[in-house]
Structure formats: C-alpha cells, structure tokens
C-alpha cells in the first residue's frame, strides 16, 4: 500500500475521460496510481473505484463545463477521508487537433481532478478551472505535461510547511452571502438541521451550485471545514455477530457444561456416599434445574429486541483538533457521512446499517422518487428559491423556527441585501455572516448548558431535546467545562416580545419565499410601526388583503396576531439589542 509523506497536501492530478463502450474511466494520474497497472484503469486502488463517476457526474453531457466537489477513503486510513474536486469540460471531436481511435462520438468529455488531504474546495476551484481550460486548449489530450506541472505547482503552495488551514484557506471563495440570498430564512432552519444528523439530501443542478451550497452550509460552522471532515467517511464498526463473537460463544459454552459438570459430580458423590446419596442427588438436581432454567432466560433475553439505546460514544476521533469552545463540533463521525455528490452507484452505500446519517448532494432525478431513504430534501423551485421539504412530522416540529429564529434570519437578509456582491464592506459579508452563526451557535451551546426553560425556549424546545440527543451535542456536553464559554450569555441573541413584525416574519417564512409575496411583504415591512398602532380594525383589514394573496398566509396572519390581541405590541429590532 502506497504510503503519503506526512506533510503531503496534494495527492494526485487525474483526468478522468468517458468511453462510448466502457463508461467513465481513468485515462491519466500524475503521481501514478497505487493499484495494480494491469487494471486497466490506470491503476485505480479498489476503495477508490467511485473515483470515475464521481469526477463525470450525472448530466455532465448538458453542460459544456462545470465543477463538483467529492470525497473519497483515505488510503493510509480507511477512517480518514480525501477530498476532490474535479473540472470537466466536453470539446467538439473534429477540434481535435489529434484523437484516439476508439473517439467514435461528436465531442469528447473530460475532467481533470485533484486530489488532496484537506477540504481545499474553493482554493483550488479557481486554479483547476484554468488549467482544465489550457489542457483542452492544447486540443491533443496527449500533451499532459501541464497537468504534471500544475501538480508540483500546487505541491509548492500548500506543501512547504505552511499552514494551509488556518480558517481561511478552507472557506476561500466560498459564497455564504449566495447560500443566505438562495434560501433566506430557511438558512437558519438549514444550520439546525446539520447539528441533528439526519438524512439530507441535497438536488440541485447544475452540479458546481449544489457542491458550492453545501460547503458554504458546513462553513457557518466554527472549525468544521478546516478540521471537522477529516472522518466524513467513516462508517459505524459492525458489531460482531452471535457466531462471530468469542465472548459469547464461550459465556454459552460455560452455561450448557456448568450443569453437566455439576450432575457428574453428584453422581459420583453419590456411588462414594451411599446413605447420604439421595440427599446429595436431590440437591445436585434442584442445582441443575436452576442452573438450565437461569441460561434459557439469559439466552431469550440476549434474543430479544430491547428498548432503543444511544449508541456508545467511544473516543472522539476530532479530540484533539477543537478549540477551547470545543469547535468544530463531531457532526460528521461515527457513520454520519459528507459527500458534496453522490451518484445512483452510491445509494447502496448510503442505506447501509453502518452509515446513521448523511448530508449528501445529488442532481440525477431518480433520487427524488426514492423518499424513503431520506428524511429531509432541499431542492430548488422554478425561480431559484431553496425549497426544504421535512418528510418526518416529528422532525418538522424540531425544525419549526421560532420568532427570535425568524429575526435572526431576517437580520441577515437585510445586511446581505444592502452589500455589493464584490464591495468592500464587512458587514452584510460572507466572513459577517460566518461570524453571526458562531455567535448563534456559542448562545445555544450556553442555553443548552445552563438548562433553564427560558433561555431555550427561543431556539424552540423540541429542537434543543432532539439536539441533545445528537452525537455531536452529547461529545460536546461530555467534554466538561469550556473555559471561554462562561463569558457567553444563555439565550438566544434575538429575543424579545412578539410584535406585529414578527407575523411579517412568519408570513413571509410560510408562503415559501416566492417573488410575489417578498414583494408585497416588503411594502408591508416598511409601514410595520404603524400597522402595530392601528388596533383591531386595521388587522382585519390586513387579515383581509393577505387572504387574495395566499391562504396560508392569512392563516398564518391570524395565529400569530392573535395572542397580542389584548397587550401592547412593539416592534422589535432587528438587532441584537432587541433584547
């Protein structure tokens, strides 16, 4: 088994190409492959056999470029992952300025990926981008000495001795502010879902907006990037089975010859001791009778399935990487798995009893028509708003955003909106919103360790008992003390009194987030201070009007006006000092 230098960033340069008659397949690899040469792939190990399809995704033939992130086993480490990121490009055959005999279609795919020990998405996207375009330019996929030149390019950059991840090299490039823009306040939904480890799948197409929508949702999160996928693809340990385990078989083995030893014995006794015999047969036999009846209800109670139990924590593989917050988080471990693409090829995998969780991105449609495998879906509707579809009731209620959530969100929102896509300012950026979700997360962590009713009723109870029963909250609990958590104050940083601005909030969340209603609730939003002063009459009126618009609306309207009906209302802040 090929054996990496320790401080070896980059891994490979391979170029994937697709073969009318034997599909995707490895054309090129610079350093070589470890597996056998004979294999006809180039020497692609066995726990890198995904690597074809992966790198040519499915409806690569529909566009002329595009890049997709994937995760791969290390080879030093099955525990271990590899992270790539691949740039695939189709070119018209008669351009070829030379081609292969066995070219027998009108344009030619292929992708040129790297392979590296660390998350370097969007460092390298960029930089792949061009040289896949000057290695098609060439129009001869023979000239290959590019592609080996950009590898000991590349191995210069990130090899010699720098600190590559030093939370900024992870989350280059990588658009927050697009993710916030895409799904708005279900952005806040979305980071919530992540700390449950559930099912999650991801379609969205084209496949470079699908891979950037996930790396830019793990980036909200402190550390996760840059240290917290190194076991995205571990899976769970099987549990060695009844025959298999030498515990087992020797405790029955033990059972069935305790009570044989135990006749032969009495009986003996009872030759040797012939006046006191049937005394000893007697109780040798009640001793044996115990004994049997003992090992049967052992043994039904071992058969028997019992009441669900947390799996066992064992050693955090991420222990000693945190910080003294305890960031990143063990979100992705113990069979809760990452992949940025998964193709058909990989839903198998995916169904294991070793793999309890995943967060994975597909774009081939035949995974929308197998919902059973998953419990929440996030796709894209016609105008380009995320949709998030939460197939499980009880995890639509851990997942319902409370109003402190709702304002939250909107404060995003309005700082994303009022900042240039490239404008210099901090705020309203995508380092600002990072730095809003740590904030978040470091108030819910306090609530959560300070256990008081009031402090994590706004993050919404059923999602603070569903999240306290995560992998990744009971290593974070277990852990003890954070220091630097005693200066963070428990509660959630958007708390206040409900106000009329809040059923804006609320109404704009349930009717989805089309063009219409965003419309009409920013005129709304921006006469919210007298709306709360214009009393019953007014809310009826406004109850009125939103029912053209939407019926869910309306009823949303209604439940949320209605408890302020006989108190003051005010119009929160979207800031943190509402509170």
């Known amino acids: 088994m090929l054996r990496y230098a320790a401080m070896t960033q980059i ?44 790198a040519l995704p499915d409806g ?25 990121i691949s740039c695939f490009r189709q070119i018209a055959t008669e351009s070829l300025v030379s081609k292969a005999s066995d070219v027998t279609r009108s344009t030619v795919q292929k992708s040129v990926c790297v392979l590296s020990r660390s998350p370097l998405f969007g460092v390298l996207k960029a930089k792949l ?25 590349l191995a210069e950059m990130f090899d010699d001795g720098a600190d590559l991840v030093d939370g900024q090299a992870a989350c280059m490039d990588i658009s927050v502010r697009a993710l916030v823009k895409t799904f708005r306040h279900r952005v806040v939904l979305l980071f919530k879902l992540i700390l449950l480890e559930k099912r999650v799948l991801f379609h969205i197409f084209p496949v470079a907006r699908l891979g950037d929508s996930l790396v830019a949702l793990l980036s909200l999160f402190p550390g996760l990037l840059e240290e917290g996928l190194t076991h995205a693809t571990s899976t769970v340990k099987p549990a060695p089975s009844r025959e298999e385990s030498p515990t087992r078989a020797e405790r029955d083995e033990v059972k069935r010859e305790e009570p044989l030893e135990k006749a032969e014995e009495a009986v003996e006794e009872e030759e040797e001791r012939a006046k006191e015999g049937r005394e000893e047969t007697e109780e040798a036999r009640e001793f044996e009778e ?44 113990m069979g809760n798995i990452f992949s940025p693409y998964v193709g058909l090829a990989n839903l198998e995998h995916l169904t294991s009893k070793r793999v309890r969780g995943f967060l994975v991105g597909a774009t081939n449609a035949l995974f929308l028509q197998r919902k059973e495998y998953f419990d929440v879906i996030v796709t894209l509707d016609e105008e380009g708003a995320g949709s998030v579809d939460v197939l499980s009731p009880e995890l639509k209620r851990a997942l319902s955003l409370t109003a402190a959530d709702l304002r939250f969100a909107d404060h995003l929102i309005k700082n994303v909106e009022a900042t240039e896509d490239d ?108 709306l709360s002063a214009s009393g019953g009459k007014m809310k009826s009126n406004l109850t009125s009007w939103f029912r053209g618009v939407t019926g869910q609306a309306s009823s949303a309207l209604y439940a949320a006006t209605t408890p302020t009906e006989t108190k003051e209302t005010s119009t929160p802040s979207a800031t943190p000092e509402a509170k």
């Open 11 to 54: 891994l490979h340069v391979v170029v994937v190409g697709f073969h009318h008659k034997k599909g995707c397949q490895v054309e090129y690899a610079f350093p070589p492959l470890p597996g056998p040469a004979d294999n006809g792939d180039q020497g692609l190990p066995a726990a890198w056999r995904s690597l074809p399809a992966l």
């Open 60 to 84: 690569a033939h529909n566009v002329e470029q595009d890049t997709t992130y994937f995760l791969l086993p290390s080879l030093d480490d099955p525990d271990r992952a590899v992270f790539g």
């Open 129 to 153: 981008q061009l040289i896949t375009q000057a290695y098609f330019n060439e129009k001869d996929f023979s000239k290959v000495e590019v592609l080996s030149q950009m590898h000991a390019n």
């Open 290 to 333: 115990k004994e049997a009846r003992s090992a049967e209800e052992i043994e039904v109670r071992d058969a028997a399935p019992g009441p669900p139990t947390r799996p066992p924590l064992g050693e955090d593989p991420l222990a000693g990487k945190k910080d003294s917050y305890g960031f990143p988080l063990s979100i992705f471990t």
């Open 423 to 530: 404008g210099p300012a901090y705020e309203g950026g995508n380092e600002w919103c990072r730095e809003q979700f740590r904030a978040y997360l470091l108030a819910l962590g306090a609530s959560v360790r300070c256990d008081l009713a009031p402090t994590s009723a706004d993050f919404g109870a059923p999602f603070m008992a569903a999240w306290r029963e995560s992998v990744n909250a009971r290593r974070w609990l277990e852990e003890g003390r954070h220091e630097d958590l005693v200066g963070v104050m428990p509660g959630h940083p958007f708390a206040g009194n409900l106000g009329v601005y809040d059923v804006v909030l609320r109404v704009e969340h349930s009717v989805g987030g089309s063009e219409q209603a965003r419309k009409a609730l920013s005129a709304l939003s921006s006469t919210g201070k007298s």
